[in-house]
């Protein structure tokens, strides 16, 4: 069992992450690489020191993941649970990630307003942060303009059903769905077209109560 394997592990034992083998997750999280950069291919990562933040990071998935597999990536892990961000400090020190993975305990809604993380990231993931209204208007201010969104979506039953990503609402948070990227796991990804405004995201708990869509 590789190192990662091991802290993941562990993360399970203490209710962190769900069920299943561990090298499904690690998949699983490494997809979230391949979607953010299937529209346009691998150029729209590759970039100076391109800055990932893990929305809701819980166990680590996908944010430990990618940071371990990707040297180049600077990652924010952040989570509002105080037994999350404990266990994930352990781990990004076991796995020697200090250099270039931040452990952040606070709400969303109140780090996106905060003009050192505010459109300063060129990628977003969320692995299972909330629905897509509560995850778009938290994820996008943190957006710069060019960078994307990506979030894990329910597996596809086949079925026409009404999109969970509806175009006019996200365009309020400068937002447009480019693709469902489809294949052993589905993921929603999301193009910042432009700044996200001045009014979101609004305060704690408010995308939850009062959701855009």
């Known amino acids: 069992m590789s190192q990662l394997e091991g802290v993941l592990s562990e993360g399970q034992r203490r209710g962190l992450i769900g069920p299943g083998e561990i090298s499904a997750h690690i998949e699983h999280a490494l997809g979230f690489l391949r979607a953010a950069t299937s529209v346009a291919g ?3 990562l590759e970039v100076d020191g391109p800055r990932v933040l893990d929305l809701g990071s819980g166990g680590g998935l996908p944010g ?3 940071a371990a597999g990707r040297p180049d990536l600077e990652v924010v892990l952040l989570d509002a649970n105080l037994r999350g961000t404990s266990f994930l400090g352990e781990a990004v020190e ?3 990630l200090a250099d270039r993975v931040t452990v952040l305990r606070a709400r969303a809604e109140e780090v996106g ?3 050192s993380h ?3 990231f060129d990628l977003v993931v969320a692995r299972g942060f909330g629905r897509p209204a509560v995850t778009s ?3 996008a201010p943190f957006l710069r303009v060019g960078g994307r969104m990506v979030v894990s979506e329910p597996p596809a039953d086949g079925a026409e059903t009404p999109s ?15 693709e469902l990227h489809q294949g052993e796991f ?11 405004p001045e009014p979101y995201p609004r305060r704690s708990g408010v995308p939850a109560k009062r959701p855009l869509f």
């Open 137 to 139: 208007e938290c994820g």
């Open 64 to 66: 430990l993941v990618l």
């Open 94 to 96: 076991t796995l020697d």
């Open 42 to 44: 691998p150029a729209g």
């Open 118 to 120: 505010r459109g300063r």
């Open 113 to 115: 307003r905060d003009p």
């Open 186 to 196: 589905s993921y929603q990804v999301l193009l910042q077209e432009r700044a996200c």
């Open 164 to 178: 969970r990503w509806p175009p006019a609402a996200l365009a309020e948070l400068g937002l447009r769905p480019l």
